[in-house]
């Protein structure tokens, strides 16, 4: 029979206990200072809109539609640039952006649609630089060559309609490409101006554009 093993193990001692707590307390501090950063980030967005929606009495006078609640951008959605190149649609944000959508044969309404995209945008003077004109193509086809100078200005991106529409959506009795929708710079569309734009309204999409810059004057920036 083996005789009973009596051994004794050292219990924790008060210097092991105290790095414990201490190692518990760091990494505490660690989440609450992560927590503060993103409170801090965020701060000027909710602020923004805050003043946009609540404080500004004009707000509650838009011409376009405010979609609540705002729907981000889907993740891993993919475009195609004309040149064939892949790209994350992801890509687009940290821009305000105006997007309209049609198929690259883009008839008469399309080019509208495109025409009050660029005179919107140019609308803005030095605010221009904060709002970016996006046309995407639903139909995986190229636009007509003669179109294409006039879209110099413009991101021109290719995407399957079944995916845009996860994202974009048209109002009631609409068609996608009846609209104009506005994304922030975080990707969420959070406007759709009313179907079928023309120069006669253009002026009030304008007005909501401008307000909507105003608001966020604090935290979106000019250029890429």
Known sequence: MQPLDLTVHNPPSVHSLSEGAHTGAIQRSGRWKMLLVLLVCAAPVVA??????????????????L??????????????????????????????????????ACGA????????QRQLREGLGREKERLDWVWLIHDGQAPAPAL????????????????????????????????????????????????????????KAKRDLERLLRASSSWDQAGR
Do not use: K
């Open 67 to 104: 979609i609540e609640p705002q729907r981000a951008m889907p993740a891993g959605l993919m475009a195609t640039t004309l040149a064939g190149d892949a790209v994350p649609l992801h890509s687009l944000q940290g821009q305000w952006l105006l997007i309209s959508t049609a198929p690259a």
């Open 109 to 116: 309404q399309c080019e509208q649609q495109l025409y009050l």
């Open 148 to 203: 294409q100078p006039a879209l110099a200005s413009a991101q021109v991106l290719s995407i399957p309609h079944a995916q845009l529409q996860s994202w974009l959506q048209p109002a009631a009795g609409q068609q996608l490409q009846d609209h104009l929708y506005v994304v922030d710079p975080q990707g969420n569309w959070m406007l759709r101006f009313p179907a079928n734009l023309d120069s006669t309204n253009a002026s």
């Open 48 to 65: 923004s809109y805050f003043t946009y929606y609540v404080i500004r009495p004009e707000a509650r006078r838009n011409f376009g539609e």
